[in-house]
């Protein structure tokens, strides 16, 4: 005899079956990312195009302006040396995000999954595609504030994407939407 894929054999065993996210949990995930991705690129390509290297261009006096760099590592220009174990991991994130989406259930979720989808694939799109070649390629880095490092729309998006999870975790809201049981009712899980 054969069941379906998931199904049990015998009635005592409970059916497991993979949540299916809604429909509408998939488009705010799809909408986040790809509007992150989008502004992120078209920053990229402005400040490319309209900002001088090693200039400065102040937007609010000293407190916020433009700067273009080309930062071959990773945050704080850490890892210059290792741009292609960062393209990798970066790809290997993109991978891990999709995967997880499969099962999302909540819309806090939705959006730290469609942000970091959308940083981490921004910043992936310099390493493979900008000089000096693919997954060498520097990321573009144009936005300033003092006493920081230059950063961009993507860093912006990874960034809020850790909050948004972070804030998810200590609710107890699992990547399903469902709610850990301590975070529910804290006297019912002594």
């Known amino acids: 005899m054969q069941a379906a894929r998931g199904a049990s054999l015998n009635a005592s065993e409970p059916t ?4 299916v996210p809604a429909p509408r949990l998939l488009g705010l995930f799809a909408a986040v990312a790809l509007a992150g991705y989008a502004v992120d690129v078209v920053t990229k390509v402005l400040a490319v195009d309209r900002l ?19 930062n071959p590592g990773a945050a704080f220009s850490t890892g210059t040396s290792y741009t292609v174990v960062l393209s990798l991991i970066s790809i290997a994130a993109v991978c891990v995000v999709l995967y997880l989406v499969r099962r999302i259930g909540s819309a806090g979720w939705a959006v730290g999954l469609g942000l970091l989808l959308a940083g981490v694939s921004g910043n992936l799109t310099d390493r493979v ?33 850790a909050a948004v999870i972070v804030v998810q975790s200590l609710r107890g809201i699992a990547i399903d939407g469902h709610r850990d049981r301590e975070a529910q009712d804290p006297d019912e899980a002594s």
């Open 129 to 161: 595609l900008r000089s000096p070649g693919p997954l060498r390629g520097h990321v573009i880095d144009f936005l300033q504030l003092p006493n920081w490092p230059i950063f961009n729309v993507a860093d912006i998006c990874i960034n809020l994407a």
């Open 52 to 70: 001088t290297r090693g200039e400065t261009v102040p937007v609010l006096g000293d407190w916020f302006g433009l700067y273009l760099t080309r």
């Open 16 to 19: 497991r079956t993979r949540p």
